[in-house]
Structure formats: structure tokens, C-alpha cells
T-cell receptor, first 112, second 115 residues
């Protein structure tokens, strides 16, 4: 069965500093992995996805993630945080039956 | 704006009641998914429909049911509501639901409060 583990429930950074949100996955086959973002009182927006093509995936708003099979990781990074990045971030794996399995989420706080 | 619409935005009701949540997928999308987001359970997949037929079931209670109509909109029916059903209910849609890595686009959600 597929699953994802988000290693940090909260991450706090200063504006202009790098962001690292960690995610490990478990899958019996090559997975499809996604990062979604949820701003307060808003729906979920896709940031980026990995589908067995390039291991370094670039997404919207300057975010990127690297698929590392040897480490079963799919960490989300951004070189420089912006205040508008403050939100909840979900690492997601697509199951064999097409449903999305969500991690528990990481709340990103950005301080001025 | 994802192109997925959900109504109503907010719903307040009492225990024991029944409510219907509505979702219109993006134009051209055949698959509709329902998810529940609660504080204690996180985001959980409930059910998927593809072109009118149920395709996959997740952690959906027997008190809950869904359907997808010929015009592809979907409704999620929640009955005999309990306090614990209070949550944010999301609908998502995708083109087919079978392509590897296919993106699911999420609606803004319906926030249900059961008093």
C-alpha cells in the first residue's frame, strides 16, 4: 500500500530564507507524487507533480521537489520564502486505484 | 480558480439531519472525487465517480452516499448527521482518473458544521 509521511508538522522560516518541507513515501511501485498547498480558508492548489520523468520537478511560485528513490523522499524546497508562502502543504501519493493519499500536512510560517 | 465549483460554501445543520453537497467538475473532466478534511482525520478520500459510475471507494460511511449525473455534476448526500461529521468537504475532478500522474483539480470546499 502507498503512504506518505511528512516529517514536520510545523516549519518556521524568515522571509528571504530557504524553505525545506520534508516528505518520505512508501510505495510498492514507481509512484506518482504531488505537493498541494492550502491557504487559509481556501481550497487545495497543485504546486507540482512527479510522474517518473525528470527527478527534479519545478512547480509554481518558485517551488521545486526532487524525487530520490534511494531515500524514498520527495522534499519540497524554495530558495527564498515569501510572506505569501505561509500556508499548509500536503505531500500526496496516488494509489493504484487512482485515489490520492494525503500526508498529515506541514504548516509553513514565514516571519518578516 | 480551478474550474471546479462547489455549493454551498457553508452549511450549518443539526444532528440527525440530512444534507446534500453539490459539485460541478471542470469542463471536459469525467472523474469526480470527494474528500473529507477534519481536524482529527486529516484529508481522506471518500469516493470516486467516472462518467456516472462509481469507480473507487475510500473511507466513506454507510450514512453517506454519492452519485454523478449525466451532466457529470456530482452530489454527496450525508444523512443522520453526527457532530463528528463536521468537516470541510472537497470535490476534485480530473480528465479520466486513470492516467499516471493525472492532476486532480480541487474545488473551494463546503464547510459543514453540525450542531
Amino acid at each position: 500500500a502507498q503512504s506518505v509521511t511528512q516529517l514536520d508538522s510545523h516549519v518556521s522560516v524568515s522571509e528571504g530564507t530557504p524553505v525545506l518541507l520534508r516528505c518520505n513515501y512508501s510505495s510498492s511501485y514507481s509512484p506518482s507524487l504531488f505537493w498541494y498547498v492550502q491557504h487559509p480558508n481556501k481550497g487545495l492548489q497543485l504546486l507540482l507533480k512527479y510522474t517518473s520523468a525528470a527527478t527534479l520537478v519545478k512547480g509554481i511560485n518558485g517551488f521545486e521537489a526532487e524525487f530520490k528513490k534511494s531515500e524514498t523522499s520527495f522534499h519540497l524546497t524554495k530558495p527564498s520564502a515569501h510572506m505569501s508562502d505561509a500556508a499548509e502543504y500536503f505531500c500526496v501519493v496516488r494509489s493504484a486505484t487512482d485515489k490520492l493519499i494525503f500526508g498529515t500536512g506541514t504548516r509553513l510560517q514565514v516571519f518578516p | 480558480d480551478s474550474g471546479v465549483t462547489q455549493t454551498p460554501k457553508h452549511l450549518i445543520t443539526a444532528t440527525g439531519q440530512r444534507v446534500t453537497l453539490r459539485c460541478s467538475p471542470r469542463s471536459g473532466d469525467l472523474s469526480v472525487y470527494w474528500y473529507q478534511q477534519s481536524l482529527d482525520q486529516g484529508l481522506q478520500f471518500l469516493i470516486q465517480y467516472y462518467n456516472g459510475e462509481e469507480r473507487a471507494k475510500g473511507n466513506i460511511l454507510e450514512r453517506f452516499s454519492a452519485q454523478q449525473f449525466p451532466d457529470l455534476h456530482s452530489e454527496l448526500n450525508l444523512s443522520s448527521l453526527e457532530l463528528g461529521d463536521s468537516a470541510l468537504y472537497f470535490c476534485a475532478s480530473s480528465v479520466a482518473g486513470t492516467v499516471e500522474g493525472e492532476t486532480q483539480y480541487f474545488g473551494p470546499g463546503t464547510r459543514l458544521l453540525v450542531l
